[in-house]
């Protein structure tokens, strides 16, 4: 499957990553062709097989529900991009309704 | 024990060294930054270092002097002076990650690994240069430039751990942290002309690595030699609550694998605790002449295709012939699906990337590019003036695999295939073959700026990229040049069997002797 | 409403927060009104480096909550990441459970038809996440704070099947759907607090067709009303949409509470691909059957049975059942008062009136309310045998609120005991005609309707203590 201009800007905003006409036009190439190596992979059957999504056996291990300290205030504004009474301050979102979209 | 040949001692004769009272933690400290000096870590040369304090270092170290004196177990690396591959947390000096989206982070808290390295009595010298966000096998992806292969000037050292391995080769720090994902320790270590292990997936804590791949990630160790990586290994490996894909296996002392023998009874240690001042610190005899009796090595042939430059492949030949005249034997031996290893690996690598770097969005830490066009438009800059074009590729490459309608095309497909590579492993391991020997890569430290092609580049992974997707161990240690050029032997052997890894390690390097780097 | 031409489907998602002491993830509290951002770590805030380790406890309640919902449990459950990009998701995606969710398979009976058959809404799959943080948009004009003190709090999803056929029936899920999860005590399911959220999927279809048609989101009701109003308006926005010939196309609305409308939001659904695949940072959830047996054990009686129970056992008809089992503690305190006293009529009468009233008043839990089962049965048994009397008992509850003390020793102290003794009573008699001249002049002429008022003022002059009866015979052999 040959990567579409279309396929790398709607990839690039669900990735939030700008990229501008010319750089579209490069990474439409440079996809492609890195794509055309992974083709060999169709030719493999896997019908029985079953996916690797982690090495290792077993079920994963739980925690006790106590708490443990976290990081200081101070610690994170030290870090914090942008910061004020204690919340992190971010551009206003278009349509801010969206809010009630996200999350679980 | 003297100090003017700093650079030539192993990390166990410094811990002696420093236990006998022979020397002091801050003289060792003050001796690496020499040599770094001497030698040319900053920017203007090697570009070997992206953060180092010598001021707190030395500090640091002063600090442990008391303790020294009170009790003669202080950890089996006291006085050890380490460098840290910049992917992994420390307090202290910043984690970028070779990155402009991290410049200047400071992280809160502490990966594990570093936390029993100097529990262990390690010093943290620098912070070390690296492929940004480990994405590259040159050290040339740095947002911070290039590094330079200290045997070669013209060349480059490998990647990602690229900073780490020059650290070693160069003698500033006689061991090293770096992470792998596809081979990102092995490879410069082969480069370079040092030692370079990527344990079992789960054997080492990633709690502080920065994730690349999360599922293929493991911090890994350089050393100069094969007890430098062993000692360096065993004191951070080992169960860790705070990461959820670490593994309770007992930690054996790995050293004792110098004395050729097979692995002791497996202890019961406390795998909560660091083990400091595990293993005697004084040094194994090396490895006689037929300590290897028994032991059966296998050569994949898919690792020695005809495309193989001759040179490297004689080198093998010779190692291989080390093997039998310590009384192993070698069985021609088939990885099949091996060569579908790099399809598998940059369709997997990449979507787990896509989704790990998510967070580095200038919402909370890091860097923030706000043209004040709103929020989607801060996320867009922030993204793309933070990110280099590989890690941008990466990034698209992944969304693309994991997007609706080529999910099952590409990463379900490949997360099956995967488990077909893994499958010849088992199936070889359980044939009776102990070891596997491969060359490290294809090929030797390349000119700076010499590949462009990514795929090319991707190409350097090829013999490395398997024991990562199997999840085994693996280790690259020197086994000559050619064109004055290092070349590394791999040594690949089942999960968690770290100590017959290094039991073949030991004993190829006693083997070979001066020839490893001729 | 619109033309009933057409059918309502609904189904619901519903988001209930599990009560753990710390978040999903990592050690961090979820309690409720901390500063902004204070209850963080690096797991929460996304730091590099940073691994999710499961929190146990959210385990145990999601199983609870699957067994009380008749679900059946998977022995292998897998972490998926949800990925999306929004400022109070710190990882850009959310730890989530995909294809292969935590339990599947359970249903819940909203009531019975008029053939007396139990209508059961089916539920699809229940699944443990976490929560996101939250962003506030009124803050600050042109930018959005964001707090991440709920980020990372467990959560568990429950998606019904698309079974609701109206919008009441919608609200009848949702109400026993949190009522059972109080019984089962896995979460507040408080909508107000946002500890239960609901979204909801709609279609409509001419009746009998078996196909169904096309689905709107709707997002943002914030009580079950409100989902019952939305449901309303967009069955009659998509009825409408049909009967001119148009066609629903697939998109997310937005519940306007103050219009009382839907919007269509406005993200692209092209802009929805999540692209889950499974969460490599943890190792499959796998259950031994010994943990699920023993939490199967230890499942609380849930509301259907508690209802049928308390019918029997107290004689109670089934609307006075209904308010008393609402909630799990009001039925626990008024079965404690009943068995202590012997009388589920009395019992329910004290609840639902005095109880109820006081608690409303003060705006108290019945959990920490003052007056205990037993001191309210104490005082059922004394109005029985007429220690003291119906107009007392009032009083003595009263203070009983007041004091914390029992019952009889409020009646003692306050001199509430009715008095039967002939000669006191004799004696408030003779004083009551002594200073009614007139109405005593006539009642004794034989004007017998004014017993009554006498009898009033006897029992006023005794302060309530003297036994009405009593009195009426007493008058009554004066007066004869
Ligand atoms: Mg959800
Ligand atoms: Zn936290």
Redesign the pocket.
């Known amino acids: 499957m040959a990567v579409t201009r279309e396929d790398v800007l709607h990839i690039a905003e669900l990735a939030r990553l700008g990229i501008d006409a010319t750089r579209a036009d490069e990474l439409t190439k440079e996809l492609s062709a890195i794509l055309s190596h992974m083709e060999v992979l169709s030719q493999v059957d896997t019908a029985a097989v079953s996916a690797t999504t982690i090495v290792g056996a077993g079920g994963t291990p739980l925690r006790p529900d106590v708490g443990v300290p976290?990081v200081s205030s101070a610690a994170i504004a030290s870090i914090a991009s942008a910061m004020r009474d204690g919340f992190f301050i971010v551009p206003r979102l278009a349509t801010h309704e969206d809010s009630s979209e996200n999350g679980a | 024990m003297s100090l003017d040949n700093y650079a030539q001692l192993g990390a166990a004769q410094i811990a002696a060294g420093v236990r006998a009272g022979e020397t002091s933690p801050a003289d060792i400290v003050r001796a690496s930054f020499k040599r770094a000096d001497e030698i040319g870590a900053g920017p203007d040369a090697l570009n070997i270092f992206l953060h180092a304090d010598e001021k707190a270092s030395v500090a640091e170290a002063e600090q442990m002097q008391p303790r020294i004196r009170k009790t003669a177990d202080i950890g089996v690396l006291a006085g050890v002076p380490v460098t840290i591959k910049d992917n992994i947390a420390s307090l202290g000096l910043p984690t970028t990650c070779g990155s402009k989206i991290l410049g200047g982070y400071v992280s809160p808290f502490e990966a594990t690994a570093v936390a029993r390295l100097r529990a262990n009595g390690a010093i943290i010298v620098a912070k070390t240069n690296m492929d940004e966000f480990a994405m590259g096998s040159s050290t040339e992806n740095s947002a911070f430039g290039p590094t330079r292969n200290p045997l070669d000037v013209r060349c480059v050292p490998g990647g990602s751990s690229g900073g780490s391995a020059a650290a070693v080769a160069a003698g500033i720090t006689p061991i090293a942290l770096g992470s792998e994902t596809g081979g990102s320790v092995r490879q410069p270590a082969a480069f370079c002309g040092v030692v370079g292990v990527k344990p079992t997936y789960g054997r080492v804590s990633r709690y502080g690595l920065v994730a690349f791949a999360s599922s293929l990630d493991q911090i890994g160790v350089l050393g100069r030699t094969v007890d430098d990586a062993a000692l360096a290994l065993e004191s951070i490996s080992g169960f860790d609550k705070m990461d959820s894909t670490s593994s309770d296996a007992d930690v054996p002392i790995y050293r004792l694998a110098a004395l050729g023998k097979p692995a002791p009874e497996a202890r019961n240690p406390d795998t909560e605790a660091i083990r400091i001042g595990r293993s005697p610190v004084p040094l194994p005899p090396p490895p006689g002449p037929t300590t290897l009796e028994g032991v059966v090595i296998g050569r994949p042939r898919e690792y020695f295709p005809e495309s193989l430059d001759p040179e490297i492949g004689r080198v093998c030949e010779r190692a291989l012939d080390r093997f039998r005249s310590m009384g192993a034997t070698v069985r021609d031996i088939s990885l099949p699906r091996s060569p579908l290893a790099i399809p598998v690996y940059y369709i997997l690598a990449p979507a787990e990337a896509s989704s790990n770097l998510a967070r580095f969005d200038g919402v909370r830490y890091g860097l923030r590019v706000d043209p004040g066009k709103g929020l989607k438009a801060m996320y867009e800059a922030t993204r793309s003036e933070g990110f280099g074009p590989e890690v941008t590729r990466r990034i698209l490459l992944g969304t693309y695999v994991l997007s609706a309608g080529y999910y099952d095309a590409y990463y379900k497909k490949a997360q099956a295939v995967r488990t077909l590579i893994a499958d010849d492993f088992r199936a070889v391991f359980a044939s009776g073959v102990h070891a596997i020997f491969t060359p490290t890569t294809p090929t030797t430290a390349f000119p700076i700026g010499a590949i462009s092609d990514p795929y090319e580049m991707y190409l350097n992974d090829i013999f490395t990229v398997t024991a990562n997707l199997a999840g085994v161990p693996a280790i690259s240690v020197p086994i000559g040049r050619v064109r004055r050029l290092p070349v590394g032997g791999q040594i690949i052997t089942a999960h968690f069997d770290e100590y017959a890894m290094f039991r073949v390690a030991y004993a190829l390097e006693a083997g070979l002797g001066a020839e490893a780097h001729q | 409403m619109s033309s009933g031409r057409y059918e309502m489907v609904v189904g619901l998602e519903v988001h209930v927060q599990l009560k753990t002491r710390t978040?999903a993830f990592?050690?961090?509290s979820t309690d409720f009104g901390a500063p902004p951002n204070l209850n963080?770590?690096p797991?929460?805030l996304a730091l590099p480096g940073a691994l999710p380790v499961l929190n146990e406890h959210a385990v145990e309640l999601a199983i609870r909550a699957a067994l009380g919902l008749g679900c059946r449990i998977d022995p292998v459950s897998v972490f998926a990441r949800k990925n999306y990009f929004y400022p109070d998701l710190p990882k850009g995606y959310q730890i989530s459970q995909f294809d292969q969710p935590l339990a599947v398979g359970g249903s819940v009976v909203i009531g019975q038809s008029d053939k007396g058959t139990d209508l059961r809404i089916g539920i699809t799959r229940l699944h443990l996440e976490e929560d996101a943080g939250k962003s506030i948009h009124d803050r600050y004009p042109g930018e959005t704070a964001i707090d991440l003190n709920r980020a990372?709090v467990p959560l568990i999803e429950i998606v019904s099947e698309p079974d609701i056929r109206a919008s009441a029936a919608a609200g009848a899920y949702l109400r026993t759907l949190k009522q059972i999860l109080q019984y089962l005590d896995v979460s507040d399911v408080s909508m107000e607090e946002g500890s239960l959220r609901v979204d909801a999927n709609i279609s409509v279809r001419p009746p009998g067709q078996t196909k169904l048609g096309t689905k709107t989101e709707v997002k943002n009701m914030n009580s079950f009303s409100a989902v019952e109003k939305a449901l309303e308006a967009e069955y009659t926005r998509q009825c409408a949409l049909l009967d001119s010939g148009g066609k629903v196309e697939q998109q997310t609305l937005l519940w306007d509470g103050a219009k009382e409308t839907v919007r269509p939001s406005r993200t692209k659904e092209g802009s929805h691909d999540y692209r889950y695949f499974p969460e490599p940072d943890l190792r499959p959830l796998m259950l031994d059957t010994k943990w699920v047996d023993h939490a199967r054990k230890g499942l609380p009686e849930l509301p259907a049975a508690r209802k049928t129970r308390v019918a029997t056992e107290y004689g109670l008809p089934a609307v006075e059942v209904e308010q008393l089992t609402a909630d799990p503690a009001l039925a626990g305190y008024f079965e404690e008062v009943a068995r202590a006293a012997g009388d589920g009529k009395a019992a329910y009468n004290w609840v639902m009136g005095e109880v109820q009233a006081t608690l409303r008043a003060a705006g108290e839990q019945i959990a920490h309310f003052r007056v205990r089962p037993a001191d309210l049965a104490q005082l059922i048994t004394i109005v029985r045998d007429g220690t003291i009397s119906h107009t007392a008992a009032k009083r003595v509850f009263a203070l009983m609120v007041e004091t914390g003390k029992p019952a009889a020793q409020v009646a003692a102290d306050e001199g509430l005991v009715q008095v039967g003794d002939e000669s006191a009573i004799a004696t408030w008699v003779d004083e009551v005609l002594g200073e009614h001249p007139e109405e005593a002049a006539r009642y004794l002429a034989g004007e017998k309707k004014l017993q009554g008022v006498l009898v009033g003022f006897v029992m006023k002059k005794s302060k309530g203590r003297a036994d009405p009866k009593r009195v009426n015979q007493l008058l009554s052999s004066r007066g004869g």
Do not use: E, I, R, S
């Open positions: 976290g | 978040k990592c050690g961090c963080t770590c797991v929460c990372g």
